[in-house]
């Protein structure tokens, strides 16, 4: 596989703690509410995800093209402009929770909150945890 063939998001071995130590204090107060809520719902610790992405679990995926890749079935990033958590199943499918979240963005596959108080931490859970199990439905139907 030449350098350019290969997936920028993959596992890269770095520390989680080292990582957010490089990032603003708040998103790293943020992170270490977020970051134990992922690993809980996963049940196994977060990881990686190329140079910002903060993830548990796994899943592969195939585009139309043929192009696979693997990435966390769950995860963020502590962004400097906003946390952005990553729904692989996309925004559409929690409609009904993103109208009780509170402040927020969205885009086709991300969710962006710029402070953690000004979101209902519970129903961020329930996203999550909805993202866990939706995105492993979508990975089995892909590789069925």
Not at 29 to 36: C, K, N, S, Y
Not at 123 to 134: C, D, P, Q, S, T
């Amino acid at each position: 596989m030449s350098r350019s063939d290969e997936p920028v998001l993959r596992p890269t071995g770095a520390s989680v703690e080292e990582f957010l130590a490089t990032v603003p204090e708040r998103r790293q107060r943020e992170a270490e509410v977020l970051t134990p809520m992922l690993e809980e719902i996963a049940g196994e610790p977060a990881i990686m995800w190329g140079p910002s992405i903060i993830g548990c679990g796994r899943y592969r995926y195939k585009y139309a093209t043929g192009r696979t890749g693997e990435a966390g079935r769950i995860g963020f990033s502590p962004r400097k402009a906003a946390l952005t958590v990553y729904l692989a199943d996309g925004t559409e499918h929690y409609a009904e929770q993103l109208a009780r979240l509170g402040k927020h963005r969205t885009s086709v596959a991300c969710l962006y909150i710029n402070k953690l108080a000004d979101i209902d931490l519970d129903v961020l859970r329930e996203i999550i945890e909805l993202a866990w199990v939706r995105v492993g439905e979508m990975e089995a139907r892909m590789h069925a």
